[in-house]
Structure formats: C-alpha cells, structure tokens
T-cell receptor, first 113, second 114 residues
Framework: GENVEQHPSTLSVQEGDSAVIKCTYS??????FPWYKQELGKRPQLIID?????GEKKDQRIAVTLNKTAKHFSLHITETQPEDSAVYFC????????????FGKGTHLIIQP | NAGVTQTPKFQVLKTGQSMTLQCAQD?????MSWYRQDPGMGLRLIHY???????DQGEVPNGYNVSRSTTEDFPLRLLSAAPSQTSVYFC?????????????FGPGTRLLVL
C-alpha cells in the first residue's frame, strides 16, 4: 500500500517568515495530494490540494508543489502569522477518495512572535 | 447543512464492552469513511463505504465493524473494546469518492478504553 513520509515533525519559524513542509510518497499511481490543518482538539480542515496533472497550486499565502518523478510534494506558507500555528498533515490517495487517504504523521508548526 | 456529525463526543469504556460510534452526513455524499488518530501517528483509515450497502476495509480494520444501510449514516461498531482502541475517531465523507474529491471531517469522538 501507499506510504507517506512527512518532515519535519516540528517546525518553529519567526512570524513573517516562510515555512516549508515536505512529504514523499511511495506509490507512483497516487494522483491526489491534499493538505490538512488541525488545531488542538479540532477536526482536520482541508487547506489546499493538488492533483497529479498539476505541478503547482497557490491560494493566497499557501502554495503546494508536486514533483511526480521524485514522488514528493511540499507545502509553502509565506508571511506566517500566529494563527498559522497548528499541526499540518499531508496525504496521498490513489483513486481519489474511493481508496481513502494515507496520511503523513504531521508537522507541528510553531509561529514565534 | 450540519455537514458531518458524530456522536458521542467523548466515551469511556471498560475492556470487553461494546459500543457504536455514530456518524451522519446531510450532504448526500456517496463516500464515507472512518479514521483513527493516535498521537504521533497521523490518521489511519479503518473502513470505508462507496455507497449504501457497500463497505470495505482500510489500513487498520481489526476489531471494528461497519455497515451502510442508508446514504446518510455510517456507524462504527466496537464489539469487544480493548485498551489499544483508545483513540480519537474521525468520520469523513466526500461527494463521490472516485477522483480526488474533497473529504469533509466530522468533529471526532474521543474514546478511552480502561
């Protein structure tokens, strides 16, 4: 089955700086890669996703890049703000939702004032 | 729309007891699934359903049963709870589950098995 590795497990950045979280996946058939943000005690919330026919996608301060050849994808957050502090999860899916999502173990992002 | 709802929010069980975690969605989504979240482990897929009457196993199905008699409901049953099943359980749904559909998560059920 699919295996998703996520790094780093903890990331501390100064407010206003950029943050980058990286994930690799094992199954070349995977075609959908969402990123979720989870605040303490809350449910995961989708923040951005990318499909295998696209190399990059941007939504305001958040961007995701995908390298299919290397089987890795990354989340970029620019101009970080205190409300960006949370745990971020990457995930991969083969056939979209039908096969479910395989999640990375999460990155705890800490924004230092 | 209430979205995806889960009950109860929190439950304490003794080893060997049984219980059902409820999940419902009012978005007419075909696909529903259950995940468990343990510290440092991310979320892991337990069971999923692509429509009423159809269920299948995910990554960690042992100790759990599911059924899907209606489009709206997807209950998760623990027949004989074990301490290893202490976790936070999330239900999720998506429109079709056939091709990169956004999955919407419920608020979660926190389960403690003593």
């Amino acid at each position: 089955g699919e295996n998703v590795e996520q790094h780093p497990s903890t990331l501390s950045v100064q407010e206003g700086d950029s943050a980058v979280i990286k994930c690799t996946y094992s199954d070349s058939a995977s075609n959908y890669f969402p990123w979720y943000k989870q605040e303490l005690g809350k449910r995961p919330q989708l923040i951005i996703d990318i499909r295998s026919n696209v190399g990059e996608k941007k939504d305001q301060r958040i961007a995701v890049t995908l390298n299919k050849t290397a089987k890795h994808f990354s989340l970029h957050i620019t101009e970080t703000q205190p409300e960006d502090s949370a745990v971020y999860f990457c995930a991969a899916s083969m056939g979209g939702g039908a096969d479910g999502l395989t999640f990375g173990k999460g990155t705890h992002l800490i924004i230092q004032p | 729309n209430a979205g995806v709802t889960q009950t109860p929010k929190f439950q304490v069980l003794k080893t060997g007891q049984s219980m059902t975690l409820q999940c419902a969605q009012d978005m007419n989504h075909e696909y529903m699934s259950w995940y468990r979240q343990d510290p440092g482990m991310g979320l892991r897929l337990i069971h999923y359903s692509v429509g009423a009457g159809i269920t299948d196993q995910g990554e960690v199905p042992n100790g759990y049963n599911v059924s899907r008699s209606t489009t709206e409901d997807f209950p998760l049953r623990l027949l004989s709870a074990a301490p290893s099943q202490t976790s936070v359980y999330f239900c999720a749904s998506s429109r079709t589950g056939t091709g990169g559909e956004t999955q919407y998560f419920g608020p979660g059920t926190r389960l403690l098995v003593l």
